[in-house]
């Protein structure tokens, strides 16, 4: 049913409770502002109300606050960057900064949430998440370089709490648990590649360092959250947060399904990302 008049903080906590979110719950939030529609008195800061006010002082809040854009340059594809530029790039790219660094794809919500007094914001230059609560130190740190969605990572830490995976408005698209379910996962073509991204040193000099990672892929991700919806109806819900078709499910009971999904159904033909 479409709101005709402004979409209020207490309506989305209304929605967020009816769709089974609690009190003390930790919960990763993928969300996209423009689907909750209308006006929004207060706008995104008004979604991360809700959102807190939903799980409560004693529930922990998570959003993705990755960096894609602090990558080399000689890698970009969308636009790429001219071969003549890459060292003047890497010369003056500013280094990662928890507290500056904005947001690349993450939308409007997350971008505001990760500049909130008292958001721990994950130490990685390119793959970070941020939390408030009371677990958001001991979510977020340590972040290791390596391997930066996989179990050395905030994502392997919430699936160890039990936490849920909301998306507010989003698809099985977006969900970055999926990726720890890829390093879990034996699947064909996964190979091991190496990444870099600029970093603070000793106080104020920048250095580019590198590290291990996968190649990780979400092009299938879609069909395999429907696969999951199918295969464990009790394990999630549907609903409305405003306008935004919104779905909760258990973090872990994702993780474990996708982890057999990727060994049986992605094949090694699959395009290299």
Same mark, same amino acid.
């Given at each position: 049913m479409i709101i005709e008049r402004p979409i209020t903080m207490n309506d989305m906590v209304r929605d967020l409770k009816v769709l089974g979110v609690t009190e003390g719950m930790t919960l990763l939030v993928h969300s996209s502002l423009k689907s909750i529609g209308g006006w929004i008195p207060g706008g995104p800061e008004a979604v991360i109300l809700a959102l807190e006010e939903a799980i409560g002082r004693e529930g922990t809040?998570?959003?993705?606050?990755?960096? #894609?854009?602090?990558?080399?340059?000689?890698?970009?594809?969308?636009?790429?960057?001219?071969?003549?530029?890459?060292q003047l790039i890497r010369d003056e790219m500013p280094p990662y900064d928890p507290d500056l660094t904005v947001t690349t794809g993450m939308g409007v919500i997350a971008e505001t949430f990760r500049k909130q007094a008292g958001v721990v914001r994950s130490s990685h230059p390119q793959l970070s998440f941020a939390a408030?609560?009371?677990?958001?130190?001991?979510?977020?740190?340590? /972040?290791?370089?390596?391997?930066?969605?996989?179990?050395?990572?905030?994502?392997?830490?919430?699936?160890?709490?039990?936490?849920?995976?909301?998306?507010?408005?989003?698809?099985?698209?977006?969900?970055?648990?999926? /990726?720890?379910?890829?390093?879990?996962?034996?699947w064909e073509g996964k190979k091991v590649i190496t990444s870099c991204a600029p970093i603070r040193r000793a106080?104020?000099?920048t250095e580019w360092v590198t590290f291990e990672d996968i190649n990780f892929y979400s092009d299938d991700f879609e069909q395999l959250g429907m696969a999951f919806e199918a295969a464990y109806p009790d394990a999630w819900s549907r609903g409305q947060i405003?306008?935004?078709? #919104?779905?909760?499910?258990a973090q872990p009971k994702m993780v474990d399904y996708a982890v057999n999904w990727l060994k049986a159904h992605r094949k090694a033909e699959r395009p290299t990302p």
């Open positions: 809040l998570v959003m993705p606050t990755q960096s #894609s854009n602090l990558t080399d340059p000689a890698t970009w594809r969308n636009p790429p960057a001219a071969e003549a530029w890459w408030r609560g009371p677990l958001a130190k001991q979510l977020m740190c340590p /972040h290791e370089l390596d391997f930066g969605l996989g179990d050395p990572s905030p994502l392997a830490r919430l699936y160890e709490t039990g936490a849920y995976v909301l998306h507010l408005g989003t698809g099985h698209a977006t969900n970055t648990s999926f /990726h720890l379910a890829e390093y879990r996962a034996d106080g104020e000099r405003g306008n935004a078709p #919104s779905l909760l499910a």
